[in-house]
């Protein structure tokens, strides 16, 4: 068998992955499309270990370690999602990138939305006040 056809079908398999990773909003979709790149990467080793015809079998034994760091990227991957779907309501990655929690208007006292700093004298009062009049 010629290197070029799992060269090919390697190549149309990570830019499938890379367009799922750019162009979907979906985490889990994302984490998919990022499992495709992977797989394409460990066809590649493969193929090219077949043909290199190595004693060692080095390209089977770096895919091995890559299957493994799929594994954990796709347990710990869905973990996070999970966790942010939980919190968040949504996986949609568009609506998660402010990833802080949300402020407490409590905790700045010269907030100047806050409408209790215009009855303590703080900085900021007299001009709620100007606004309000």
């Known amino acids: 068998m010629h290197l070029v056809y799992p060269a090919v079908l390697a190549s149309l398999l990570f830019c499938t992955g890379l367009y799922g990773v750019l ?3 979906n985490a889990i979709l994302v984490l998919m499309s990022v499992e495709l790149m992977l797989n394409a990467v460990n066809l590649n080793l493969v193929a ?3 043909w290199l015809r190595d004693t060692l079998h080095a390209g089977q034994a770096l895919t ?3 299957i493994a760091v799929a594994a954990a990227e796709i347990g710990i991957g869905l973990a996070i ?12 990655i568009d609506r998660l990138r402010d ?3 949300p402020r407490d208007p409590d ?7 806050d409408p209790s700093a215009a009855r303590t004298g703080e900085p900021g009062a007299d001009e709620k006040a100007e606004a309000t009049a």
Do not use: Y
């Open 99 to 101: 990833a802080a929690e």
């Open 107 to 113: 905790d700045d006292p010269r907030d100047p939305h």
């Open 23 to 25: 162009a979907r909003r």
């Open 64 to 66: 091995l370690f890559t």
């Open 81 to 92: 999602v999970l966790a942010v779907h939980r919190n968040r309501g949504t996986s949609d």
């Open 48 to 50: 090219f270990d077949v």
